[in-house]
């Protein structure tokens, strides 16, 4: 993304810059005039010239002398942890503590990306660490009220402590937060039991207190605004569900009644709070739900309807000028991504991570899409992700769509690096083109033939055999005509006649784009 590092100069940015700086001037003196002709000073003017949010946040002395000293360098990781650890131990009250620390890191976060002095891997790097942080800080609280009350959580079998697990999906859990992300959560126990007070409860119901607990500390809209926005909607049975299951209840509910689109969410999951090494055997004993070791037919149908649902709602509200929902956003480069980790992972570990930089540097290596598509998908993803957060750092909102205002819209422009707003809705416009183009080279959809393959058992490790693909593969007529694709369905490279039934029967190739 092009960068407009030099003073800024465009008339109506310059005047906000100017009554920005006027106001922290009558607020700090000679803390602002000192920045005067310095390197700092002029990263400030690019903050001020993106970010009332931050023009807002100067003007508290406690937040200008916490992110001034060190604006100029990136935070080490583990340091926003540090930092949130010593002031739980300290605070006597904690929403207002995390609010606080919330508000001073979004304001040094912001500054350095607006001013190009971190790039898109320190912002959601750090963004992801303020939040994992944040959650661990407020479940720590939450427990220690709900022991407090009803006892330490005994599990009913080991005898021991059990401690809430949190498992973060979405953003959180690929480590790739934005400037003003919901955080998507699961909450799970390891073991069912009860509590060791006077007034014993199930650990089910103590852990559903500390559920609710640790949501009203993050969320509840306090002077101070809020530290994250909490959605449990992703938990099973969603809104409808229990808020806190045990690992078997987990378990049962995916091998029972899990849904392809629940397999697409957990590729993003991760332990981001609590018991952490509970989290990882949560997510081993779950994985072979996620990843199937063979093809899988089900899932290539709910991948195809997944994308029909997105063009369906598209052609419905076409969103024009979003930058995460849009035709050609920041969800087709997800989709395209998430996709191919969910038929290909089950035969590639490799592919099995929530990152989805690792996820494209994996699907090129394994030669499953062209290096040159997932280039190109990760220069858009950067692209928009950058331009996503000037637009949620401008007055800290959850937004993802270009501002009809004219004044806003330059502001985004100029922060973004262009030096007139139509140089930014050109340079969208050919990105989102080139995401949608490659959207269709992975994905061709044909209309669909009258045979498809009978319904598998979503159960775990369960794949259609090799003898039903033959047997299914052998009624299908006219299947021997069918053009054979170049790389198509490399998970299965040395049976030919089932990677066509797979075209003739679906209709959908994953990973076959043309080698170019």
Not at 3 to 20: E, F, G, L, W, Y
Not at 278 to 286: F, K, M, N, P, T
Not at 436 to 454: D, E, I, Q
């Amino acid at each position: 993304m092009p960068r407009t590092d030099s003073p800024v100069t465009n008339d109506s940015v310059a005047a906000i810059v100017q009554a920005h700086r006027d106001r922290l001037i009558a607020a700090h003196g000679e803390k602002i005039l000192g920045l005067d002709s310095t390197l700092v000073g002029a990263s400030l003017d690019q903050a001020l010239a993106g970010s009332d949010f931050i023009a807002r946040s100067l003007l508290s002395a406690t937040t200008l002398d916490s992110v001034l000293p060190d604006i100029g360098a990136p935070r080490p990781q583990g340091e926003i942890t540090q930092a949130i650890k010593s002031a739980a131990a300290i605070a006597d009250d904690l929403a207002i503590a995390l609010r606080g620390i919330r508000n001073e890191e979004l304001t040094r976060i912001g500054w350095r990306d607006l001013a190009g002095s971190a790039p898109l891997s320190e912002v959601i790097a750090r963004l992801s660490e303020l939040a994992d942080a944040s959650i661990e800080a407020a479940l720590e609280k939450a427990h220690e009220e709900m022991v407090e009350r009803f006892g330490e959580p005994i599990g009913e079998a080991s005898g021991t402590p059990v401690r809430l697990t949190v498992l973060g999906l979405g953003k959180l859990g690929g480590r790739e937060l934005n400037m003003s992300s919901d955080v998507d959560l699961i909450f799970a126990f390891r073991e069912s039991g009860s509590t060791d007070g006077t007034k014993s409860i199930s650990n089910h119901e103590f852990f559903i207190k500390v559920g609710q607990r640790l949501i009203d500390l993050l969320q509840r809209q306090t002077a101070e605004g809020i530290v994250f926005r909490v959605d449990m909607r992703l938990r099973p049975n969603g809104d409808s569900g229990p808020l806190a299951l045990s690992f078997d209840a987990i378990d049962h509910y995916y091998l029972t009644h899990g849904r392809d689109w629940e397999r697409y969410a957990l590729i993003k999951a991760r332990p981001v709070a609590g018991d952490l090494d509970a989290g990882q055997i949560l997510l081993a004993g779950i994985r072979p739900f996620i990843y199937r070791k063979y093809l899988d037919f089900g899932a290539i149908e709910a991948i195809r309807n997944m994308k029909s649902l997105i063009e369906q709602e598209l052609a419905r509200k076409p969103l024009t000028h979003n930058v995460k929902l849009g035709r050609g956003g920041i969800r087709e480069i997800e989709f395209i991504v998430q996709s191919h980790q969910l038929i290909f992972g089950g035969r590639n570990p490799h592919l099995q991570t929530p990152s989805l930089y690792a996820a494209l540097e994996e699907l090129a290596r394994a030669e499953i899409l062209p290096a040159d598509i997932c280039e190109t998908l990760r220069q858009h993803y950067e692209f928009l992700r950058t331009v996503e957060h000037r637009l949620q750092i401008l007055d800290d909102r959850q937004t993802h769509t270009l501002p009809s205002d004219a004044i806003c819209l330059n502001r985004i422009a100029h922060a973004s690096g262009f030096e007139h707003p139509d140089a930014l809705l050109t340079t969208l416009s050919e990105v989102t083109r080139s995401v949608t183009s490659n959207l269709g080279r992975c994905f061709v959809t044909k209309k669909t033939h009258s045979k498809t393959p009978p319904e598998h058992s979503r159960r775990y490790g369960e794949a259609p055999s090799l003898r039903m693909a033959i047997r299914n593969a052998s009624r299908m007529r006219g299947f021997e005509n069918q053009k054979k694709s170049s790389d198509s369905w490399q998970v299965f490279p040395a049976v030919g006649f089932i990677r066509l039934f797979q075209e003739r029967a679906e209709n959908v190739w994953i990973g076959s784009c043309p080698r170019s």
